[in-house]
């Protein structure tokens, strides 16, 4: 079955301590991006990348990490975690070859920063 | 840059009547318009799509409607049922050297009453 898979779903942890957030897929798509979803906000790209070790930047990078040493993965870190980063967090991957392609998401990552 | 704007940010609608959600773009350059639904505890899933060159699009009791000169998309939802509860989201694409940018909007959450 075609799928994006996130892990934790849930997660809490205190100001400054480092996660990460992993993301995997199985459908061989080149592109890559994550998302967070806040209340009235939508949904923000963080970061994106568009092929193996080629990241970029998204809307609202500020305070996050990511790489892509494989193709399937892609991990988002969070090297001091700040209350504001509290937020509903998705992995996306969609096969960039054509033009407008659909996006799979994940289940998300429901994160709290205390 | 980009925005999409989308409204209602809330639509109530009675059981079996029809829903009806309004985006607008700003960048006319766009050419893929894609519409998301996310039900509680899920990520996105596309569930229609429209590319530039194309008006109308239906499938079954879901259609989407574009009018590039007025750079205005809707979704339609007819014969509304409870299952149709969920947020909804607009996106618009740009394909800019390879790279396709989506921009999504804030979101729509449609309830529908019994």
């Known amino acids: 079955e075609a799928q994006v898979t996130q892990n934790p779903r849930y997660l809490i942890t205190v100001t400054g301590k480092k996660l990460t957030v992993t993301c995997s897929q199985n459908m061989n798509h080149e592109y890559m991006s994550w998302y967070r979803q806040d209340p009235g906000l939508g949904l923000r790209q963080i970061y994106y990348?568009?092929?193996?070790?080629?990241?970029d930047k998204g809307d609202v990078p500020e305070g996050y990490k990511v790489s892509r040493k494989e193709k399937r993965n892609f991990p988002l870190i969070l090297e001091s975690p700040s209350p504001n980063q509290t937020s509903l967090y998705f992995c996306a991957s969609s096969d960039r070859q054509s033009r407008g392609t659909e996006a799979f998401f994940g289940q998300g990552t429901r994160l709290t920063v205390v | 840059g980009e925005n999409v704007e989308q409204h209602p940010s809330t639509l109530s609608v009675q059981e079996g009547d029809s829903a009806v959600i309004k985006c607008t773009y700003s960048d006319s350059a766009s050419n893929y318009f894609p519409w998301y639904k996310q039900e509680l505890g899920k990520g996105p899933q596309l569930i229609i799509d429209i590319r530039s060159n194309v008006g109308e699009k239906k499938d079954q009791r879901i259609a989407v409607t574009l009018n590039k000169t007025a750079k205005h998309f809707s979704l339609h939802i007819t014969e509304t049922q409870p299952e149709d509860s969920a947020v909804y989201f607009c996106?618009?694409?740009?394909?800019?050297?390879?790279?396709?940018?989506?921009?999504f909007g804030k979101g729509t959450r449609l309830h529908i009453l019994p």
């Open positions: 996106a618009a694409s740009i394909w800019v050297n390879r790279d396709d940018k989506i921009i």
């Open positions: 990348s568009m092929n193996v070790e080629v990241t």
